[in-house]
């Protein structure tokens, strides 16, 4: 379906042995350890929402107090349940009176726990219900409602304002858009906590909260019924929080999240520890809700010189996806990122493109790739950058990518007008029409300047995972081996948000999805269809 | 055109002069006036919303108004392309753009020279403050990879420079600045949006002053949006717009330590 190249399939099962076992060191680490972030998603499924009269989300405040009990490790699950059964409350009545200092979680009585743990799993199973079907109603709607041919174009709103957003987003739903990401305000990812309800006045983005997810997602499908054609939802599960956003994703029934297994680690200077546990319950939460994620390898190259870094992309491409199988995630919901990324001024640019788009479809053919434009090299001249933005369609179809992000070609200088996503639409629907079918046309030509730059680039993504293999993911990140950025293990936010997982620990939700995705991973592998 | 020839404010393209108090564009033709605007309406596609365009456009000042291109975005948006003539003119020999004044040294040249005017290394501490977390401008200027060919300040012998990166808040750059005893702080703002810049560069003035240090230290900002005059307005010593270079950077805080006599 798409521009052949050879690929030297050993050395892609080196790459792909080596991630497995970076992702496996740093899985063992996970598996000993809980955050705050997960326990406040235990509470949000158990249907615990809402402030105080100070604006702090009840999920903090139950998982403080469980904190405070010196009872974390143990998680909250068991707390709550056990406050549940004693007071005979609801979970939100139970947060609501930890809240006014009614109830103290560590001193609830722990002498019917067989009964409270029964009742915490009842709690989960219900949850997890209500999650799968919200996802059986996703997939009906994209059989009423099918998306057209590929590759899926996906476009971004920032307004600041949610009721600004949906008016943008059907526009550019009416104009052809399949998938809208609301981008989030900058610096939401290092709340430690998830705003609530109706919050406007973001900068460069929306606040995520599940009230605008909602909004969103109904819009969405108002305007998926007026063109019938099903329009995906975008957000973040990033930052601190990125179990919780993924918990109201599911909820909420939005449809991909970006969600890097190391993204915060890098380029918001999140500890790596929290957010590789953070990252890890997050997958678990956006595979059982059947949520296609999306890696960010695109912000590398903002960073790193991509004739000479093009390698560390799809290194971190096969980190991410053995994190994500670990995750039970299926192929099909791996969307790994990859993008457009040379200087327009570097002489045959497209080449080296054209060859790492080419490489990436090739190594990873069953997952959903999703293919962005540079940001780098634009600058306030809108004629250049919506050039810059024809080629990265072009090679976007030409190597058969499944999502196109578009480019805008005010990129550099606002965030996007109405008429700059209608641009981008019209000028990747011409690329998509005049060179249909060219890559079905086209082989690289063995030994050529594209099938040697794609041979350098898998060689060197082999090395490096053999050495991140050799010294741990923990030390490499140290050492800057991606995108050129030090973080240091016990530096960065949020590590105060880590916790060791006590003998007992519990947390119903893991253990349902977690069994449910990885029952369906080995379905899949055995034949199962993409939904 | 090639052959233009500056004097007494006057230009000779060729054989036309251009009168330098009303310039007006070009476009194929000298002092034709030709602009091209587009934008978007919240009106239906059709022929009224095309004459509703074509008279916002007059408004504007534009003579001989063409809607070249009329798009339905759906949803009760149109989109224009249009084109006319505009009725204005500017003097250019009335306009002047404030700039930082110094001598633009090349690696070598700046090297020595402080070296020799101050003695010791330059001590630069750079951030992208408040919320932002693009460093790509800090980055252009800092790192030792640099920009457009140009190392950036870490590449310099004679500078230590300090990236502390994104998302830094204003309290921990004054603590950091005052910690390593800095000559200059450079802060990059990218995200604008809603003008957030604005209040987050005052502030970072107002606790230079009120830890006593702001005379102590040569006070630079830049990005996409920020101009010299808008720094200075805000009570930096210099803004640097996009394309700037870090040798521009360098030369500026090196001179200006000389010049305030911080050496």
């Not at chain 1, 892609?12 to 705050?36: D, M, S």
């Not at chain 1, 305000?185 to 929306?206: A, C, E, K, M």
């Not at chain 1, 590590?495 to 519990?506: C, K, Q």
């Not at chain 2, 919303?49 to 798009?71: F, H, I, N, S, W």
Request: hydrophobic share 45%; glycine share 10%.
């Amino acid at each position: 379906m798409s521009l052949r190249i050879e690929v030297d399939g050993q050395k892609v099962r080196r790459a792909r042995h080596a991630a497995e076992l970076v992702t496996g060191e740093v899985q063992e680490f996970i598996g000993r350890h809980t955050t705050v972030s997960i326990e406040r998603t235990v509470a949000r499924f158990f249907g615990i929402d809402g402030v105080d009269g100070d604006g702090v989300p009840l999920p903090n405040i139950v998982t403080e107090n469980v904190r405070a009990a010196g009872q974390l490790g143990c998680g909250v699950a068991l707390s709550i349940a056990r406050a549940m059964d004693y007071h005979d409350l609801s979970a939100q009545e139970v947060a609501e009176a930890v809240s006014r200092r009614a109830i103290d979680l560590g001193k609830v009585p722990a002498r019917r726990d067989a009964q409270a743990r029964q009742l915490a799993a009842h709690l989960a199973a219900a949850a997890a219900k209500h999650v799968r079907e919200r996802r059986a109603e996703r997939e009906t709607l994209l059989r009423q409602l099918p998306p057209g041919p590929p590759p899926l174009l996906y476009v971004i709103v920032a307004t600041g304002n949610i009721h600004e957003d949906t008016v943008q987003a059907q526009a550019a739903a009416r104009q052809g858009a399949d998938i809208i990401a609301v981008i989030r305000s900058t610096g939401q990812s290092l709340l430690d906590y998830v705003p609530y309800g109706q919050v406007s006045g973001g900068f460069g983005g929306t606040y995520a909260t599940q009230e605008h997810f909602r909004i969103m997602r109904a819009a969405l499908d108002e305007v998926s019924r007026e063109i019938g054609r099903y329009v995906r939802l975008v957000n973040y599960c990033s930052g601190l929080c990125m179990p919780e956003i993924a918990a109201m994703g599911a909820l909420e029934r939005l449809d991909v999240m970006l969600n890097d297994a190391m993204y915060g680690v890098l380029f918001r200077d999140i500890n790596m520890k929290r957010t590789f546990i953070d990252q890890f319950f997050s997958r678990v939460i956006n595979a059982y809700a059947g949520i296609v994620i999306n890696t960010g390898e695109d912000n590398y190259m903002t960073t790193a010189d991509p004739v000479r870094h093009g390698h560390t992309v799809m290194a971190s491409q096969f980190i991410n996806e053995q994190f994500a199988v670990r995750c039970g995630l299926e192929d099909w919901q791996i969307g790994l990122g990859h993008v457009f990324a040379m200087d327009p001024a570097q002489p045959g640019g497209l080449l080296l493109d054209l060859a790492q788009a080419a490489l990436t479809r090739a190594v990873f053919p069953g997952c959903t790739l999703k293919y962005m434009p540079q940001t780098r090299h634009k600058n306030g001249d809108i004629f250049q950058s919506y050039a810059i933005d024809a080629l990265h369609d072009l090679v976007g179809v030409v190597t058969g990518q499944d999502v196109i992000l578009l480019g805008m070609l005010t990129e550099a200088i606002h965030t996007p007008f109405m008429q700059d996503r209608f641009l981008a639409l019209e000028g990747a629907r011409y690329v998509m029409t005049t060179a249909g079918g060219l890559g079905d046309e086209l082989d690289v030509r063995p030994g050529g300047k594209v099938a040697a730059r794609a041979a350098e680039v898998l060689d060197g993504a082999v090395e490096m995972l053999e050495h991140v293999a050799r010294a741990g993911l923990m030390r490499a990140i140290e050492e800057g081996m991606f995108a050129g950025i030090r973080r240091s293990r016990d530096g960065g936010k949020g590590l105060e948000g880590v916790v060791e997982r006590a003998p007992d620990y519990f947390n119903p939700l893991m253990d349902v999805m977690l069994a449910t995705n990885h029952a369906g991973r080995s379905g899949a592998a055995q034949g199962g269809a993409r939904p | 055109m090639s052959e233009a020839v500056r004097s007494e404010g006057k230009v000779q393209p060729g054989a036309r002069t251009v009168d330098l108090t009303r310039v007006r564009p070009y476009g194929d033709q000298w002092d034709d006036g030709a602009v091209q605007i587009s934008f978007t309406l919240p009106l239906a596609a059709g022929p009224a919303a095309g004459e509703a365009a074509r008279q916002l456009a007059r408004k504007m000042g534009l003579d001989g108004v063409k809607v070249v291109a009329q798009r339905d975005l759906g949803g009760s948006f149109s989109f224009f392309v249009i084109y006319g003539r505009t009725t204005h003119s500017v003097d250019a020999t009335q306009v002047d753009v404030p700039r930082p004044r110094f001598k633009v040294m090349g690696f070598d040249e700046l090297n020595e020279y402080v070296r020799r005017r101050i003695g010791r290394k330059l001590v630069v501490v750079g951030a992208c403050t408040g919320t932002d977390a693009h460093t790509i401008g800090l980055d252009a200027i800092m790192n030792i990879k640099g920009y457009a060919g140009q190392h950036g300040l870490e590449g310099y012998p004679e500078i230590e420079a300090a990236n502390l990166g994104s998302q830094v808040a204003n309290e921990t750059l004054v603590a950091r600045a005052i910690d390593l005893e800095a000559d200059a702080i450079l802060v990059s703002q990218v995200v604008t949006e809603k003008e957030i810049h604005i209040p987050n560069l005052t502030q970072l003035v107002e606790m230079l002053e009120a830890e006593g240090f702001r005379d102590e230290v040569v006070l630079v900002c830049g990005g996409p949006r920020v101009s010299h005059e808008l720094a200075v307005e805000l009570g930096y010593d210099a803004g640097f717009g996009p394309g700037t270079l870090p040798p521009e950077v360098a030369s500026f805080i090196a001179q200006e330590v000389v010049r305030r006599g911080l050496a």
